[in-house]
T-cell receptor, first 116, second 116 residues
Framework: AQSVTQLGSHVSVSEGALVLLRCNYS??????LFWYVQYPNQGLQLLLK??????LVKGINGFEAEFKKSETSFHLTKPSAHMSDAAEYFC??????????????FGTGTQLKVEL | GAVVSQHPSRVICKSGTSVKIECRSL??????MFWYRQFPKQSLMLMAT?????????EQGVEKDKFLINHASLTLSTLTVTSAHPEDSSFYIC????????????FGPGTRLTVL
């Protein structure tokens, strides 16, 4: 079984400040980890993913995340928030299934608000 | 690349009618497509996994006779909500997995269904 916990359903930062969105996972096997962003009334856009290799993953729009196995975490960060970053962010975990499939389990999401 | 479209983006129907939602992968072949449901301010819940040319696999608690899924080609999957009722009103999102990139799902923009 696998699960994702996102601490903080709402996070508010000032424009230009550090963004930190927390994600902890539970998985019985080495996980694949993802961050998605969702703007109002739209689908999800992939920000970044970790599968294997380097634990610090860089994504689009200046976001990055670090896989920390010892802490079972995959927190999302961005050095300087922009107004356009205001959106809902979802952390997700999946694992490989025989035959190459994968199923995503999503966290409950974190609404990021960016203030002037 | 990796664009997934959904049609329609919004649909309003009367209670008791059926509604079909299309999900298309525009620039890649999708051997597997996934259908999710998202309630307001909540996370995505996987409804079913659809493999091209075979029957869909439904998650526990999802009525397969109510949510009919067809994946007749490598670029098209359809979800039909049969005899829709107001409680079926939701945001339905599909995603597709390409043959080459088994770890990543690409999401459509979603379909807002309102049942009166």
């Amino acid at each position: 079984a696998q699960s994702v916990t996102q601490l903080g359903s709402h996070v508010s930062v000032s424009e230009g400040a550090l963004v930190l969105l927390r994600c902890n996972y539970s998985s019985s096997v080495p996980p694949y980890l993802f961050w998605y962003v969702q703007y109002p009334n739209q689908g999800l856009q992939l920000l970044l993913k970790y599968t294997t290799g380097a634990t610090l993953v860089k994504g689009i729009n200046g976001f990055e995340a670090e896989f920390k196995k010892s802490e079972t975490s995959f927190h999302l960060t961005k050095p300087s928030a922009h107004m356009s970053d205001a959106a809902e962010y979802f952390c997700a975990v999946s694992r490989a299934y025989p035959g190459g499939g994968n199923k995503l389990t999503f966290g409950t999401g974190t609404q990021l608000k960016v203030e002037l | 690349g990796a664009v997934v479209s959904q049609h329609p983006s919004r649909v309003i129907c009367k209670s008791g009618t059926s509604v079909k939602i299309e999900c298309r992968s525009l620039d890649f072949q999708a051997t597997t497509m996934f259908w999710y449901r998202q309630f307001p301010k909540q996370s995505l819940m996987l409804m079913a996994t659809s493999n091209e040319g075979s029957k869909a696999t439904y998650e526990q608690g999802v009525e397969k006779d109510k949510f009919l899924i067809n994946h007749a080609s490598l670029t098209l999957s359809t979800l039909t909500v049969t005899s829709a009722h107001p409680e079926d009103s939701s945001f339905y999102i599909c995603s597709a997995r390409s043959q080459a990139g088994v770890t990543t799902q690409y999401f459509g923009p979603g379909t807002r269904l309102t049942v009166l």
